[in-house]
């Protein structure tokens, strides 16, 4: 059979407008919207639901799948009491995840706890020795391995309340080196985490940084003037870092009426110290932002607010990605609901909406594409070409650009080569599989493509 070589520009003319998304059933009550999102491998994610009913609930359901979304299971937490609502999920695996929980407003016992479920969100153990009290407010809390996990909550006696724990949560410790309040206070499942680094926001829009797992703090203001809306009504914001130092950031004003509603973006790379304005070219949304791991500048958007009955706006419902950091934008579907969103790697995400009832088919949203095959015009208009692809030694490599490096990286997000003569690359030593070829020009922009090693 005579063999069909692609070049890696004609793979992305190919497939670069087949992104979408597909209907998965969370088994919520109707109108549950997905709160966080927890991405552990490809197979399982953990969720937990909000009452998007204008009901005024707080329910406490957790939904967790283990075949990719194919199917979940929607279980009742059982031990917080009436009082307490779920502020944040992490998990580590199909069986071990936490939840802080913080008070709802109704009368009861201390709300502010944690909880551990070791089979899979069946039944829940509190976990006693963390030293939140009736008068905490737990916001966050992040696990990066079965033992090694932080939370924060609201500040008390001058300082946000932060424990860590290297034991799995069986006790916890009060972080010495947590910062400081300046009247503020932060907000449930606001937190960004990639690698050591932890980033959160607060009512008055700062930016809270750790380098450490939470031991040492700084502190900056970002254009945010608040990321909850609480002390600012109609303020929000939300940010996506790729790496330690560089993320987008949106901030929302005026969000009480959609003829008000502004919105902006903006970039850092000094690790949220510094933001500057970006101009985009076209669609993108305001509900939440991430950065998908895997690829070099992609991130995507989403939007979920559709304005109001009397003055709708549908153009703000949609998702779409970037694969240069922000600057040029291309839609991924548009006029739907979608909201919370987290990718894992450049073929697996999921995105939020609202469920049709614990027997409907609809809730959450599964990824359908590549990525890392995105490319926005201005990287198109480079003529990247590889080739052969599939490739089993050596691979040819050209662009209109001057080429300063290559980066072949997995699609973890792994980087497993890097090569300076970069006309052409030897991966021969690469187990076969599929990667993301990272092409740097000497003009500072980025690409990638697809490379499949045979």
């Known amino acids: 059979m005579k063999k069909l070589l692609l070049t890696g520009f004609a793979l992305v003319s190919m497939l670069t407008q087949a992104q979408s998304w597909v209907d998965q059933a969370t088994k919520f009550p109707v109108n549950f919207g997905v709160d966080e999102l927890d991405i552990v491998d490809a197979n399982t994610v953990w969720t937990f639901a909000y009452d998007g009913s204008g009901g005024g609930t707080y329910p406490k359901i957790v939904s967790r799948t283990t075949n990719g979304g194919a199917t979940w299971t929607a279980t009742n937490v059982t031990g917080p009491g009436s009082n307490a609502l779920i502020s944040d999920i992490s998990a580590v695996d199909a069986n071990t995840a936490w939840i802080v929980t913080a008070g709802n407003g109704q009368a009861g016992t201390n709300p502010n706890r944690i909880w551990k479920t070791a089979d899979g969100g069946t039944t829940w153990t509190q976990q006693t020795s963390v030293g939140y009290s009736s008068a905490s407010f737990g916001n966050q809390i992040y696990f990066w391995d079965a033992n090694n996990g932080w939370t924060n909550g609201d ?3 001058g300082f946000f309340e932060m424990y860590k724990t290297s034991n799995g ?12 309040q300046e009247g503020d206070f932060g907000y449930v499942g606001l937190k960004e985490v990639v690698g050591d ?9 700062r930016i809270l940084h750790s380098t450490d797992r939470g031991s040492t703090w700084t502190a900056s203001y970002s254009p945010v003037l608040d990321f909850g809306g609480v002390t600012t009504a109609g303020s929000s914001g939300s940010f996506a870092f790729k790496d330690g130092s560089n993320g987008l950031l949106i901030a929302v004003d005026g969000a009480g009426s959609p003829a008000t509603t502004t919105a902006g973006l903006y970039s850092s790379n000094d690790a949220g110290a510094t933001w500057d304005p970006v101009t985009p070219t076209g669609p993108w949304y305001f509900g939440d932002i991430t950065y998908v791991p895997g690829t070099a500048n992609t991130y995507v958007s989403t939007g979920i607010n559709g304005g109001t009955t009397a003055n709708p706006k549908p153009e703000w419902l949609g998702s779409s990605y970037s694969t240069d950091g922000g600057l040029t934008w291309t839609a991924i579907d548009s006029g739907e609901q979608r909201g919370k969103v987290q990718f894992l790697n450049p073929t697996t995400g999921w995105a939020g909406q609202f469920s049709d009832g614990p027997a409907g088919t609809s809730g959450i949203l599964k990824f359908v594409g590549d990525l890392a095959l995105g490319v926005s015009d201005n990287a198109m208009k480079s003529g990247l070409q590889i080739y052969p692809n599939p490739a089993s030694d050596v691979v040819t490599i050209k662009a209109k650009n001057e080429i300063q490096a290559v980066t072949v990286i997995d699609l973890s997000g792994k980087r497993v080569k890097s090569f300076t003569d970069a006309k052409q690359v030897n991966v021969s030593s690469l187990a076969k599989g599929t990667y993301i070829l990272q092409v740097f020009y000497v003009n500072g922009s ?9």
């Open 155 to 157: 500040p008390l006696g």
């Open 169 to 180: 949560g069986a006790t916890w410790t009060l972080v010495p080196g947590r910062p400081g």
């Open 197 to 205: 680094n932890i980033w959160f926001g607060t009512d008055l829009g």
């Open 446 to 454: 980025v690409e990638q493509t697809k490379l499949i090693k045979k």
